[in-house]
């Protein structure tokens, strides 16, 4: 290895890659070269930083240095600044909202300092296509550790005892599916590692693959040691994450090339290997059975769980399935130990798997927050920690309204339990659940009812079609919030949608619909009186829905301001506008087709919406 | 390519470990040349691949070697500042090859900074 003096961490994510993070790495080196700096300097492309709406990111090794925002073009004056001339250049770095003096070292950015990372340990620490770089991590260790000192039954017991609960949405203990799994009898058992992250606007899963693939391969390896009589795995991936599946398999090969997979790992008689699939976009195929069904090559529908998958799953044998970053934290739990990981988090879980939620989670954080992205912040956390502090608040100085969790199938918290501990416990007592981990943050300017409708729309047009309550109880449920973002509500909608929902909850095949419903349900037990400002007064009080609007025109504003300049009546395209020039202009609320143009194009503030 | 041994593990790590110190910025010691103009033209890049070499020979891992810009002393240049994690940063000024070995010897590897060669003990304060 040759002694560098510095290392170019440049976050190669798809966020920060489809804002050219290839590019800037590919100037980078060209500089580098052409200041003969190539034995000092080294460029490395990491996986996600989780700081993506600042992106394409680049970190400066060994003191931490922080950029953001990054442009091919900024590179020539970066690199002759910070590696030839050695000062670090303060315009690419971070500066927190309001205030003008920028953070210089990504440890001390409130965003990532606020973090606990167990899942994302190696983020931009590796590049995730070397081996190499994961194993200089400490990769691999947890499984030679299981291999050489533990028995199947001691690693199965250590799992269970360390509480880890299902990272995917329904937080079912870990420990307690492999443990089932293990005792029906078979000899021939699958392990599914399930990638196929549908919930609009989550991405933890590829931001874990593409990061550290390696890690979920090594919690697989492990997982199928621990359950026994397991030789197959799969990787479920969705389609349209082709950065993930290419990592996934550069690092399944790297490791067939290594004999971490294959027969005999380890010169032990324990065998095993791993095969991607690539799923086709289907929401639904993140549900187990239906998930399987494609695997198998069959439509991907969901069936009646009578019988578990864990007894009768891929192929008809014992199939256990976790979550991307469930297998991601096996290694670290099996490497520290269980007590490590139960100390981290809430409740007690001693005696019962359910008593409390252990570790960390990672949550997408998305928004009118000021810092979007990913983190991964320890069970327990208050949402008011993750909003204020890691987020960095509410963008533009706006009025916090409510945190929606869990993504289509969660539900909304309001602002008045913003002290609320997160955990799985606590989301889904006050009605939303942990989901994956999707988490939406919004502001006075949203409506509850559109947002309900927004996520009744995926889930409805997601859904299978194979059973009634689901395929035609939230199309209609859709159709009424339709009507009352329309303006045709009525006070028995309110009734009706909440009878709907129970029974759609109830008598669903699968988790997809026996979900939906919860934005719905949510949104009216903690903002019922906005449901009823737009069926009783026809009104939208966050101004969002375009049909209960009525937009007038500010008399005094327009010619004093604006002298009638007349482009409010240029460019409506109803002909709503009338007014001489230089003259007060007058909105026809009848021909009005209430697209807002016109308060878009004046510039004189004189267009009002009610 | 060759089965990895759980052995393999270990060697892969050290043989990685010098990159991985740097990234994770958490050696034991910390070297840092003054590279300004100043401290290139006065040959300061000499100095640093002294230290390199030194690092090089003594086969340790646990040394993260950087570089900075003008330390504002420009007159004393080559300079660089050694850091043992831990305790104040030590300056060292009007630096030749032979000062680097010595340097190297006693207070990068055995802790023991020269004071005949030193400016000052500590770091200025950053706003």
Redesign the interface.
């Known amino acids: 290895?040759k002694?560098?003096?510095?290392?170019l961490?440049i976050c190669a994510g798809t966020g920060c890659v489809s804002n050219q993070s290839f590019e800037i790495k590919e100037v980078l080196e060209k500089e580098i070269k052409k200041h003969n700096l190539q034995n000092?300097a080294?460029v490395?492309t990491t996986g996600c930083n989780g700081f993506c709406g600042a992106g394409p990111i680049m970190v400066v090794?060994?003191?931490?240095i922080f950029y953001q925002y990054l442009k091919v073009t900024d590179i020539p004056y970066l690199v002759e600044e910070h590696l030839?001339?050695?000062?670090p250049v303060k315009k690419f770095m971070y500066v927190p909202p309001k205030e003008e003096i920028p953070i210089p070292r990504m440890n001390k950015i409130p965003f990532f300092s606020g973090q606990t990372l167990v899942a994302l340990r190696n983020r931009g620490?590796i590049d995730p296509e070397f081996i190499?770089?994961y194993?200089?991590?400490?990769?691999?260790?947890a499984l030679?550790k299981v291999l050489?000192t533990m028995s199947p039954d001691e690693v199965l017991k250590e799992i269970k005892k360390s509480g880890l609960r299902g990272r995917g949405g329904g937080g079912f203990p870990t420990g307690v599916k492999w443990e089932t799994c293990k005792k029906i009898p078979g000899d021939r058992k699958f392990v599914i590692c399930n990638a196929d992250e549908g919930d609009p606007g989550a991405f933890m899963d590829r931001s874990i693959i593409e990061g550290d693939p390696h890690s979920v391969i090594e919690g697989m390896i492990i997982g199928a040691y621990a359950i026994e009589n397991v030789r197959e795995g799969y990787i479920y991936v969705r389609m349209e994450y082709p950065l993930a599946i290419k990592r996934f398999n550069i690092a399944v090969q790297q490791a067939k090339?290594?004999?971490?997979l294959g027969d005999n790992i380890?010169?032990t008689n324990f065998c095993f290997d791993i095969k991607v699939r690539r799923g086709a976009g289907a929401f639904v195929c993140g549900e187990s059975t239906a998930l399987m069904a494609s695997i198998m090559g069959n439509p991907g529908e969901p069936r009646a769980k009578y019988i578990h998958t864990v007894e009768k799953g891929l192929y008809d044998c014992p199939t256990c399935l976790n979550n991307v970053e469930t297998w991601a934290n096996i290694p670290q739990i099996v490497l520290k130990g269980a007590d490590w990981f139960t100390g981290i988090g809430t409740g007690d879980v001693t005696h019962d798997p359910w008593g409390g939620s252990k570790g960390t989670k990672v949550f997408s954080l998305a928004g009118k927050v000021n810092n979007t992205g990913l983190v991964e912040v320890p069970m327990g956390i208050t949402l008011r920690e993750i909003v204020f502090n890691v987020g960095g608040g509410i963008r533009d100085g706006k009025r916090f309204k409510a945190v929606q969790t869990g993504g289509p199938s969660g539900g909304f918290i309001p602002e008045s339990l913003v002290d609320l501990p997160v955990d799985y416990d606590e989301l889904t007592k006050v009605g939303s659940m942990m989901g994956s981990g999707g988490m939406v943050v919004l502001d006075e300017n949203n409506c509850m009812v559109d947002m309900a409708k927004f996520f009744l729309r995926f889930t409805q047009d997601e859904s299978c079609g194979k059973c009634v309550p689901c395929r035609e109880g939230t199309k209609r449920m859709y159709d009424i919030l339709y009507r009352i973002t329309k303006g045709e509500g009525k006070e028995e909608d309110l009734d009706l949608l909440e009878e709907l929902s129970n029974m759609i909850v109830e008598s669903s095949l699968c988790a997809l619909g026996g979900s939906a419903p919860n934005p719905v349900l949510t949104s009216l037990k903690y903002f019922r009186e906005e449901y009823l400002t737009h069926v009783r007064d026809k009104k939208c009080p966050a101004k969002v829905c375009r049909e209960l609007l009525t937009f007038s025109i500010d008399p005094e504003k327009c010619l004093e301001n604006g002298h009638g300049c007349g482009v409010c009546e240029k460019n409506c395209p109803d002909g709503a506008i009338y007014g001489e020039k230089k003259n007060v202009h007058f909105i026809d609320s009848m021909k009005c087709g209430k697209c807002g143009v016109c308060f878009d194009v004046c510039k004189f503030g004189a267009i009002t919406v009610e | 390519?060759?089965?990895?041994?759980?052995e393999d593990?270990e060697k892969?790590?050290e043989?990685?470990?010098?990159?991985?110190t740097?990234?994770?910025?958490a050696?034991r010691v910390?070297i840092t040349v003054?590279?300004?103009?100043c401290g290139i033209a006065a040959g300061a890049r000499k100095i640093?691949n002294s230290f390199?070499e030194e690092?090089?020979k003594s086969k340790a891992t646990d040394i993260?070697?950087?570089?900075?810009?003008?330390a504002g002393l420009c007159s004393r240049e080559p300079m660089a500042t050694v850091e043992v994690i831990g305790n104040a940063p030590i300056k060292y000024v009007d630096l030749t090859i032979d000062k680097v070995k010595i340097i190297f010897d006693k207070h990068v590897m055995k802790g023991a900074f020269v004071q005949e060669y030193a400016l000052s003990v500590g770091s200025e304060k950053i706003q």
């Open positions: 290895m002694p560098y003096t510095i290392q961490m000092e080294m490395v090794q060994p003191d931490g030839v001339k050695g000062r620490m190499e770089d194993i200089a991590r400490g990769g691999y260790r030679a050489t090339d290594n004999g971490l380890f010169d | 390519m060759a089965k990895l041994k759980i593990l892969i790590t043989e990685f470990k010098r990159k991985m740097l990234r994770e910025g050696g910390k003054h590279l300004g103009t640093m390199m690092i090089e993260i070697m950087t570089t900075s810009g003008c």
